[in-house]
Structure formats: C-alpha cells, structure tokens
C-alpha cells in the first residue's frame, strides 16, 4: 500500500486521483480512492493527494505524519511578495553574532518544500556553523587558490585569484566574508534534474532566511574550488561521484537595506 484513506472522512470527491501527476489513485463515482493496480509503483510520494484532501482522509504510508491544514491568514498579498522578492539582496557583510543551529534546522526543513525534478529529492546538505569552522574551510578554499597560481592556470587569471590571496593574507576574508554560517548543497552527478534540484534547494534557502532576518549570498568561491579540487569537494561532504552544486553563507546582516534598487526591463520573446 502507497497511502491509507480514512473511511470516515473520506468525502469520495476524487480529488486525490485527479491531482496525482503518476495516475497513481483510481477513483469511481462513490467509491473510496485505491491504489491503480500497476500504476501505483510509479508514486512519486509527492504528497499531491494529502494537499488537495479537504478531509484530511489520505496519508502517505511513508511517513508517520500527516498533512498540515493551511492557514488562509497566513496568505500574503501580491504586493508584499513582489516587495519580499525585489527587496531581497545579496549579502556579504555580516554582524558578528552566531547563527543558532534550530534555526538553520527549520530553513533546511522549509527548503525540502522546494520542486524537484520527479520528485526524485537527492540533494543533501553539509553546514558549516560558527565562524571558525567557516575559516577553515575559507582556508583550505585558499590552498586551492595558491595552487592555482602557481600553475598558472586559466582560472587563476579570470577569478583573480592572486588578489583574492593577498587580501587573505592580510587577513581579509573575500572567500567566505566572515559567515557565521555555510550551507553547503550537494548531490549525485546523475539522475534526473540533480543540479536543477539543488539550485532551487540554494534559493529556497536563501528565501527563507531572508524571510527570517537573516542575509545570505552565493559563496562562488567555494563552489568553483568543489569542482575544480576532488579535496575541497569532499571537504564539503561530497565524495565519489557526488558534486557540490551550491554553497550558501548566512548570517545577520551589518546593515539594513532601505530600498529597492532599479533593473532593467525583462527580455522576452512572446511565442
């Protein structure tokens, strides 16, 4: 069995089978909802059927939980999410103040909201908390820098990585910023969408602790040593033939942005 259905709530309105993206329910006209009898093992356990069930009457056998009734209230208006979206900035300088680790737990658990190519799910997170454990590994990310000039490398002159050291030298961290914190997103080479999926994962994140008070921003630099240096890559969690496909720093902002900056209009071609 994929879900079980509560025969005292169930309204028999079908709903579960018509959103199942799999074909996974087979409904008749006043009967229960069943499993299809091949279809079923084609469930994407997406949970579709739990979130359009106005009676609460089916659950994923999966998991021990069952769905959470939306809060309407809780719905913002159009204009406060266009504000949140445009608002939001990429930040690099941060106060120093630790970021707790229930709070990095909660954003991860909201970022496994996020769309996944057939809801196939494989990015996993390795994070990085305190600015110690940030400065080691904005250290070994370094390491990979001064090997990288030495070489003399393609990547050394386009990344201007020889600036990047000397600062660092001077103990001026343009690597990790001083991030309290580093999420980093990973997951296998193969499969159906893994760096799409880890890439909305990075931006759900990222949404999220924004929507928490907190900044966040792209740390490139580590994301370019991952896959250019086996070593830095398993630094960050990923081994064998997993990739690092996102690293994000996080932390409570220095300052506070006052408005929203200009952009250009969107390029679009109308099909």
């Known amino acids: 069995m994929l879900f079980t259905i509560d025969r005292t709530r169930c ?7 018509s959103v199942c ?14 499993p299809h009898e091949k279809k079923y093992l084609y469930c994407l356990e997406c949970g579709h059927c739990m979130a359009v ?5 089916i659950r994923l056998d999966r998991f ?9 209230a809780l719905r913002p208006e159009p ?11 990429s930040v690099r300088a941060f106060r120093d103040r630790p970021v707790e680790r229930e709070t990095v737990e909660g954003l991860l658990r909201t970022a496994e909201y996020c769309p996944s190519g057939h809801n196939a799910r494989p990015t996993r997170w390795s994070v990085a908390l305190g600015t110690d454990k940030v400065a080691e590994i904005a250290d070994a990310v370094a390491e990979w820098m001064r090997e990288e ?16 050291v000397r600062v660092w030298d001077l103990g001026v961290d343009m690597i990790c910023r001083n991030a309290p914190a ?27 602790a924004n929507a928490h008070g907190l900044g966040a921003c792209w740390c490139g630099y580590a994301l370019i040593a991952a896959a250019n240096s086996p070593v ?33 209009e969107p390029g679009v071609t109308w099909l």
């Open 53 to 57: 069930c106005p009676a609460e009457a």
């Open 21 to 34: 993206p799999a074909g996974c329910i087979v409904f008749e006209e006043g009967g229960l909802p069943e």
């Open 11 to 17: 309204k028999r309105d079908g709903l579960c089978a």
């Open 182 to 208: 580093l999420a980093v997103a990973w997951g296998p080479r193969k499969g159906i969408t893994p760096r799409e999926d880890a890439v909305v994962a990075v931006t759900y994140l990222e949404l999220a």
């Open 232 to 264: 830095i890559a398993k630094r960050l969690g990923a081994e064998g033939d997993a990739r690092v496909y996102g690293a994000l720093m996080l932390g409570h902002p220095a300052v506070r942005n006052q408005a929203i900056p200009p952009r250009p």
């Open 79 to 89: 204009e406060q999410i266009e504000q949140f979206l445009r608002g939001r900035r």
């Open 149 to 164: 000039i030495e070489a003399d490398t393609p990547l050394a002159s386009a990344l201007h990585l020889p600036g990047i």
């Open 64 to 72: 021990k939980a069952g769905s959470t009734p939306l809060d309407r």
